[in-house]
């Protein structure tokens, strides 16, 4: 397992900018596909986006398709979420979440591991 830490999140107005950054501690985060996930109040957790081992392959929920962007950094055991044109619908509790695999098909499911979350509102 990795530990996660998550940070970057905040208060915006619709339209605006945010990025998150997911902090991984331990030897086998490059062996790990990454992803994010969000859980508004009220609401299941939903999965966001997720990126292979590699960073070649990335995934995206519809409704966050071509305004999001994740990446990551294995040099630094890094993963980003670039959140841009955001909505009052992505407000949320954004978490980052690690599993072990170094396929480039990545589940939405399985992840074992993950971080306290970091707070993401968006207003009107």
């Known amino acids: 397992q990795v530990r996660l830490v998550e940070s970057g999140g905040g208060l915006v107005q619709a339209g605006g900018s945010l990025r998150l950054s997911c902090a991984a501690s331990?030897?086998?985060?490059?062996?790990?596909?990454m992803g994010w996930f969000r859980q508004a109040p009220g609401k299941e957790r939903d999965f966001v986006a997720a990126?292979?081992?590699?960073?070649?392959?990335?995934y995206y929920a519809d409704s966050v398709k071509g305004r999001f962007t994740i990446s990551r950094d294995n040099t630094k055991n890094t993963v980003d979420l670039q959140m841009n044109s955001l909505k009052p619908e992505d407000t949320a509790l954004y978490y980052c979440?690690?599993?072990?695999?170094?396929?480039?098909?990545?589940?939405?499911?399985?992840?074992?591991?993950w971080g306290q979350g970091t707070q993401v509102t968006v207003s009107s």
């Open positions: 979440a690690a599993k072990p695999g170094v396929s480039e098909v990545v589940f939405r499911s399985g992840f074992g591991s």
């Open positions: 331990g030897r086998t985060f490059s062996s790990n596909a």
């Open positions: 990126i292979s081992w590699s960073g070649r392959t990335t």
